[in-house]
């Protein structure tokens, strides 16, 4: 059981693929553990395995990817928009014998939420709740998600971090009938085992890339559900995951406004959260990438333009701040007056100093006037949008820290978190160096992708 056609047949026709989309009640329930652990199961038994992150997340997919060998993107019906999420579904299930979608936060959390997406798409809802500390109620938050909104397509329940057997079969037997007298599709339970805990941090969960043990995790987890119905693409619960996926409409060619230029992309453990589509878009819009590593000190490659992305300078501060070679030719870069676009870690090493949560100061690089300073309480989050003349990026923010800088904002990005507009996060100029907290989605507006690297007026 797999596609309905195959890896080489016509983009524009119907495509037919077993997918599943894992969602929960909440945070923390364990998602991505289990959509990891779904796509290394199949992936390992030589299954096309393709998987997508639900909303703007950096963290999450590097796991997902580790798990199906495969780069990861991200679906969000706002920032990625309807059309795209088509496009790229249709294009992996044409290439995949299943598809993997975890969902974010909540089922019904967020505008839009993963309920959205599974109820666009027809994507079936996996249902990971941590029963660790219930028996009975598991059931009502079963009937509940299944339930709460009309239509929505439902593949079944799975019921993590479980005690025991006896466990499970409580569990199991909590299950109440559904409409028409059967009960929600119980899809077995995962025991609590600290062999496959993925570890967090303040912006989520750690790096897979920082865990030498990260693959073994996968593998335990993967074993978990070895037992489960999910293990099986001919069970009668994958049947119930079968999704028809339309050809989207061509879309217009992306104009090549970098045509002939060099990009230099910052990419290591402290400038980590890139989107893979962002890298694309970049190549489409005919730049060529280059790539060097700050921690390593590695100078500017012969470039025209520069992205810091984001990720985690501030567990890097030491390495970064003695990165002088690295320093020095981004300052130069900009003395001469060629374009940085720097987004929210890539901004923070751009100031004098980066001070951690209790005060203690490290140096930076000094590109910009002012000081980061981390806090223990989430300082911004929410999807964004940046309008520029040639058109208006949508992204989003996430940061734990806030910067104390002279400098006036020369734009400000769009706040659109439930649907109420409000003033968002500061953009920052300082010669041909411009930064934000905000990451921007470039396939959102190519043109306005294209300003950022470009040293004309916005």
């Known amino acids: 059981m797999g596609a309905e056609v195959s890896a080489g047949a016509t983009p524009h026709a119907p495509v037919l693929c077993p997918v ?3 969602a929960a009640p909440a945070s923390g329930q364990g998602k991505t553990t289990v959509a990891a652990a779904l796509a290394r199961l199949h992936s390992r038994a030589g ?18 990817g580790l798990a199906c060998g495969h780069p990861v993107d991200n679906l969000d019906l706002w920032m990625t928009g309807e059309d795209e999420v088509r496009a790229r579904l249709h294009a992996a299930a044409s290439q995949a014998d299943l598809l993997v979608v975890e969902g974010v936060m909540g089922l019904f959390d967020g505008t839009p939420s993963a309920a959205d997406l599974a109820q666009r798409f027809g994507l079936p809802v996996l249902a990971v709740i941590d029963a660790s500390a219930m028996a009975g109620t598991f059931g009502a938050l079963a009937f509940g998600l299944q ?43 995962v025991m609590r085992d600290a062999a496959f805990t993925l570890p967090e941090r303040h912006l989520g969960l750690t790096l897979a890339s920082e865990l030498p043990d990260a693959m073994a995790r996968l593998d335990a987890a993967a074993d978990a559900l070895a037992a489960t119905p999910l293990a099986r693409l001919d069970s009668e ?4 995951c079968q999704v028809r996926f339309e050809a989207p409409a061509t879309g217009a060619a992306v104009p090549r406004l970098l045509d002939g230029l060099s990009i230099a992309v910052a990419r290591d453990a402290a400038f980590c959260f890139i989107y893979p589509a962002n890298l694309d878009s970049l190549r489409a819009l005919g730049a060529r990438l280059v790539f060097f590593s700050p921690l390593a000190d590695e100078p500017l490659p012969d470039c ?19 990165a002088g070679r690295c320093r020095d030719s981004l300052r130069a870069h900009v003395s001469a007056g060629k374009p940085v676009w720097a987004e929210c870690g890539g901004m923070m090493v751009l100031f004098e100093h980066i001070a951690d949560a209790e005060g203690r100061a490290q140096p930076a690089w000094g590109l910009l006037p002012g000081e980061v300073h981390m806090q223990t309480r989430l300082a911004a989050l929410g999807p964004q949008q940046l309008t520029l003349a040639a058109g208006t990026l949508r992204g989003h923010t996430f940061h734990y820290s806030r910067c104390d800088t002279p400098l006036p904002a020369v734009a400000r990005t769009t706040s659109v978190r439930g649907g109420v507009t409000r003033p968002g996060e500061a953009v920052y100029q300082q ?11 470039f396939a959102s507006a190519p043109e306005a992708t294209a300003a950022l690297f470009r040293s004309a007026p916005w």
Request: aromatic share 12%.
């Open 20 to 22: 599943v989309l894992v």
């Open 47 to 64: 299954r096309r395995v393709r998987a997508f992150k639900c909303g703007p997340d950096f963290l999450d997919p590097h796991w997902l």
């Open 147 to 189: 339930h709460y909104r009309p239509g929505l397509p439902w593949a079944g329940v799975l019921a993590n971090r479980v005690a025991s057997a006896g466990h499970a079969q409580m569990l199991q037997a909590a299950l109440p009938p559904a409409d028409g007298g059967t009960r929600s599709p119980w899809l077995g339970a």
């Open 237 to 240: 619960a994958m049947a119930r």
């Open 304 to 322: 025209d333009a520069v992205w810091l992305p984001g990720g985690y300078p501030e567990l890097h501060t030491p390495l970064l701040g003695a």
């Open 431 to 441: 010669g041909s160096l411009r930064a934000s907290y905000f990451h921007a989605w």
